[in-house]
Nanobody
């Protein structure tokens, strides 16, 4: 059974930082491209960051230069370091492999950026 468990969210002031983690199970993690997504209230889920099995990464324009995706294949975990957070980053953050396991979306982790 494929599972993704996100953690690390919380309430942070504008300009602050958070580090999200996503633990994967049921897949050969090291073989997969992994992605972070987010969904703000009333909006569609959007792609935030991607990291390939080889470690190459890319980002949505809205987070470029502020967010960093990384992975630890020994721990089957992908991370999202978020710096210089803005209120517009408020959302539930999810991870999944690419191509996504459509029936294995996790609960996500809530990130709220507010003063």
């Amino acid at each position: 059974q494929v599972q993704f468990v996100e953690s690390g969210g919380g309430l942070v002031q504008p300009g602050g930082s958070l580090r999200l983690s996503c633990a994967a199970s049921g897949i050969i993690f090291s073989s997969y491209t992994m992605r972070w997504y987010r969904q703000a209230p009333g909006k569609q889920r959007e792609l935030v960051a991607t990291i390939t099995s080889g470690g190459s990464s890319n980002y949505a324009d809205s987070v470029k230069g502020r967010f960093t995706i990384s992975r630890d294949n020994a721990k089957n975990t992908v991370y999202l370091q978020m710096n210089s957070l803005e209120p517009e980053d408020t959302a539930v953050y999810y991870c999944n492999a690419h191509p996504p396991f459509q029936y294995s979306w996790g609960q996500g982790t809530q990130v709220t950026v507010s003063s």
